[in-house]
């Protein structure tokens, strides 16, 4: 994706770095109807809570001259509302792709449907996909979601995950790269990975607190540990809703038991949590 924006957006992003999963927090809480827009009050608020990302204090002079050129960058006709699509560049090129995406499909996206296609391109043998099977993946996950994406589109998403992911030029994208396209709100197990800030050093050690008889799965009461904490560290309303957690369980075996085996391998959970 190209970086097309002004200067004053790209000092803007330095001064304040946002990422994806924040903005989209941030942005949902005052687009509460999901319009894609916000307007009067909100876009001051929007503003301050942005700023309030920003490690350098500013006077009330300095705020006020910033959202004065803020207004002008992104309310170019004056009609006193901002659509996400162009407030989302204020992100580095990466996350805006991401902004944009989820916001066109992410409503319609799940780890689930996500898993299912994964498995018909992926092996405990290759965890990744060519340059030559994105455009393919892609059209099948669309169909998986009952998305309707012309080819034009297809070439468009492809060519993009692969410039912005494909770091070392390989041409390949990995699941931890690939599930970036998952909505935050269903990337599970990597909201839980950041939330236990773990690494490839400390995994070890947590599958070992789990894996209780050291038999190298989870299985049995060491799972129902597992999913609980893996729950409860993502929001406390999914343990204390019985249907909900009935559901998380099904929808975490699913997606991460590519085995169905009815137990979680290392290799099986250190896919889903992007552990090199």
Same mark, same amino acid.
């Given at each position: ?7 004053? &957006? ?13 903005? $989209?927090? !941030? ?28 490690? +350098?204090? *500013? ?10 050129? @803020?207004?002008?960058? @992104? ?10 699509? $162009?407030?989302?560049? &204020? *992100? ?20 689930? #449907? @996500?898993?299912? !296609?994964?498995? +018909? ?16 993946? *892609?059209?099948?996950? %669309? ?31 990995? %699941? ?9 709100? $269903? ?7 950041? #939330? ?8 070890? +050690? *947590? @599958?070992?607190?789990? /894996? ?13 540990? %597992?999913?609980? /904490? ?12 019985? $249907? ?16 169905? /085996? ?15």
């Amino acid at each position: 994706m190209a970086d097309n924006c002004s200067e004053w &957006i790209r000092d803007f992003r330095k001064m304040c770095p946002v990422d994806a999963v924040k903005f $989209e927090d !941030v942005w949902k809480h005052y687009d509460s109807d999901g319009n894609g827009y916000i307007d009067g009050d909100e876009i001051d608020s929007f503003f301050d809570d942005l700023l309030k990302m920003s490690k +350098q204090k *500013l006077s009330l002079q300095e705020k006020n001259k910033l959202k004065d050129q @803020f207004m002008k960058e @992104f309310d170019e006709n004056r009609d006193g509302r901002i659509e996400m699509s $162009e407030l989302a560049l &204020i *992100l580095p090129p990466e996350d805006s792709f991401l902004i944009l995406f989820h916001a066109d499909h992410g409503e319609h996206l799940t780890g689930a #449907q @996500f898993m299912t !296609v994964w498995r +018909q391109f992926s092996s405990k043998k290759k965890d990744y996909i060519e340059s030559t099977e994105i455009k393919q993946f *892609l059209a099948k996950l %669309f169909k998986q979601i009952g998305r309707e994406v012309s080819a034009s589109q297809l070439e468009k998403y492809s060519s993009s995950l692969l410039r912005i992911y494909d770091a070392n030029n390989d041409g390949k994208l990995s %699941f931890k790269e690939l599930s970036r396209i998952l909505p935050p709100s $269903e990337n599970i197990l990597l909201r839980f990975k950041d #939330q236990m800030n773990l690494t490839s050093e400390n995994f070890e +050690q *947590l @599958f070992s607190h789990y /894996d209780s008889d050291g038999n190298g799965s989870i299985s049995g009461e060491e799972l129902d540990v %597992f999913l609980y /904490d893996v729950a409860k560290a993502i929001s406390c309303d999914i343990v204390s809703d019985k $249907e909900s957690y009935g559901k998380f369980k099904k929808m975490m075996l699913f997606s991460c038991d590519s085995s169905g /085996d009815g137990c979680l391998q290392k290799d099986e959970v250190a896919l889903w949590l992007g552990i090199d």
